[in-house]
């Protein structure tokens, strides 16, 4: 609708052109105005400058109304998958902290709609399969990595903030794939059940909490901080 309004108001401008300059020739044409001497002529040829001109600002202006337009909106636009990729990335880092439980699933499966709405449809489909990938526990550095290289050709392609110098970061990439694919082998579920059950447990304890967190479930003191706060309504 948008794209509509706006060639039916340059296609308006274009007719108005066209009408102005087709009255004056065939004013001359015809013999209405004088020779080149006369105080008419001299006034019609005023009167046709100063419209031409008025029209040609007009053209301008409007051109240069939707550059800036663009540009805001291309800000804009970059503000939010700023925003989205951050989030992506916390919720990301809070999984591989704290393991995958109900909320962060759930968190994660609703970024994967949001990405739909912000992201470049390679990059929504690169977080997409990432998600399924971790509720599966299969594949997860690779797809880590294709989501993040997607990312950045999303943000390039909205604002050049790489300048043509994106391959660059493929070492530092592949070197952060080695290290989720470590991190990986550890990642499990936990219900918020059984979440709710160990941080029992650990309070209960008095001393040796690190060496039991660890003997007996492989979890560290950082993990029961962050599943209290996710789980801070039920405990």
């Known amino acids: 609708m948008k794209r509509f309004d706006w060639i039916f108001k340059n296609f308006a401008w274009l007719l108005v052109v066209i009408i102005f300059l087709a009255w004056f020739w065939y004013l001359f044409e015809n013999g209405f105005v004088g020779n080149d001497t006369s105080f008419i002529f001299q006034f019609v040829v005023a009167i046709m400058s100063t419209g031409l001109i008025a029209i040609v ?83 997860i550095s690779k797809c880590y990595g294709d989501f993040l290289r997607a990312a950045r050709t999303d943000l390039d392609l909205v604002d050049q903030i790489s300048d043509g110098t994106a391959d660059s970061f493929d070492p530092i990439l592949d070197r952060l794939e080695k290290s989720i694919k470590q991190e990986s082998r550890h990642l499990r579920y936990w219900s918020d059940e059984e979440k709710i059950n160990i941080i029992k447990e650990y309070d209960k304890l008095k001393a040796g909490k690190g060496s039991w967190l660890q003997n007996e479930h492989g979890l560290y003191y950082s993990q029961i901080a962050t599943w209290r706060k996710q789980l801070s309504e039920q405990i």
């Open 57 to 139: 600002t007009m053209f301008m202006f409007q051109f240069q109304s939707q550059i800036e337009s663009r540009k805001e909106n291309n800000a804009k636009i970059f503000e939010k998958k700023i925003e989205f990729y951050n989030r992506a990335v916390d919720s990301l880092d809070e999984i591989f902290a704290a393991g995958l439980g109900d909320k962060t699933s759930h968190q994660l499966l609703f970024l994967v709609s949001k990405a739909i709405l912000v992201a470049s449809p390679d990059a929504a489909d690169k977080f997409a399969k990432l998600y399924f990938s971790i509720q599966d526990n299969e594949n």
